[in-house]
Nanobody
Framework: QVQLVESGGRLVQAGGSLRLSCAAS????????MGWFRQAPGKEREFVAS????????YYADSVKGRFTISRDNARNTVYLQMSSLKPEDTAVYYC??????????????????WGQGTQVTVSS
């Protein structure tokens, strides 16, 4: 079955950096566009970044532009989220997601077919 497993979340000081990983299995990785979302307690799930298999289309939320970078290694079936200049408001559970329409990245959660269980990122002030 399809599995998306996030890792790398931890407590980090404001201004610090962190890289999240999402390992995918049970699917042909290059057939899916990938995305990152986050959800803080009491908040709706929020788009962070997305990228097609080829990188032709890459999107970032305004709140993370210039600070976060999404990348993927199709050979390793892994997508990454490199985060820098972290702020307390970045604190959330971060989820990776896969969209079957591989050549069309999206910032809508409803467009994604598979989701991981999330990894907690906490940014202290």
């Amino acid at each position: 079955q399809v599995q998306l497993v996030e890792s790398g979340g931890r407590l980090v000081q404001a201004g610090g950096s962190l890289r999240l990983s999402c390992a995918a299995s049970g699917l042909t990785f290059s057939s899916y566009a990938m995305g990152w979302f986050r959800q803080a307690p009491g908040k709706e799930r929020e788009f962070v970044a997305s990228r097609t298999w080829s990188g032709d289309n890459t999107y970032y939320a305004d709140s993370v532009k210039g600070r976060f970078t999404i990348s993927r290694d199709n050979a390793r079936n892994t997508v990454y989220l490199q985060m820098s200049s972290l702020k307390p408001e970045d604190t959330a559970v971060y989820y990776c997601a896969a969209r079957r329409t591989y050549d069309s990245a999206s910032y809508y959660a409803d467009d994604y077919d598979y989701w991981g269980q999330g990894t907690q990122v906490t940014v202290s002030s």
